[in-house]
Nanobody, 121 residues
Framework: QVQVVESGGGLVQPGESLRLSCAAS????????MGWYRQAPGKQRESVAR???????TYADVVKGRFTISRDNAKNTTYLQMNSLKPEDTADYYC???????????????WGQGTQVTVSS
């Protein structure tokens, strides 16, 4: 079993910043990609950012230049620094970690329960 736990959500005003954290634990041999999706009320879940084990990053166009994803492989943790937040960034943010449980094992995507981010004046 692998647990993925997010933290750091909250209520902020437009233009402010938040930092989300996500830690994976449990039966983990290796972690490939980690990243974040979000789902706003009444909308489909969308990809926000992801980072490979080697540190290569990709971002959704709507967050480029404002959000930064990083990773601490020693702690099995990824972070999402969100700056210049906008009301349209309001959503539940979900972290994922692609893990294997053993050498040459099957890659499995593990999801967290989500953390709520609200941007409002």
């Amino acid at each position: 079993q692998v647990q993925v736990v997010e933290s750091g959500g909250g209520l902020v005003q437009p233009g402010e910043s938040l930092r989300l954290s996500c830690a994976a634990s449990g039966r983990i041999f290796s972690i490939n990609d980690m990243g974040w999706y979000r789902q706003a009320p009444g909308k489909q879940r969308e990809s926000v950012a992801r980072i490979t084990s080697g540190g290569r990053t990709t971002y959704a166009d709507v967050v480029k230049g404002r959000f930064t994803i990083s990773r601490d492989n020693a702690k099995n943790t990824t972070y999402l620094q969100m700056n210049s937040l906008k009301p349209e960034d309001t959503a539940d943010y979900y972290c994922f970690a692609d893990t294997t449980a053993q050498e040459m094992g099957i890659l499995f995507t593990n999801w967290g329960q989500g953390t709520q981010v609200t941007v409002s004046s």
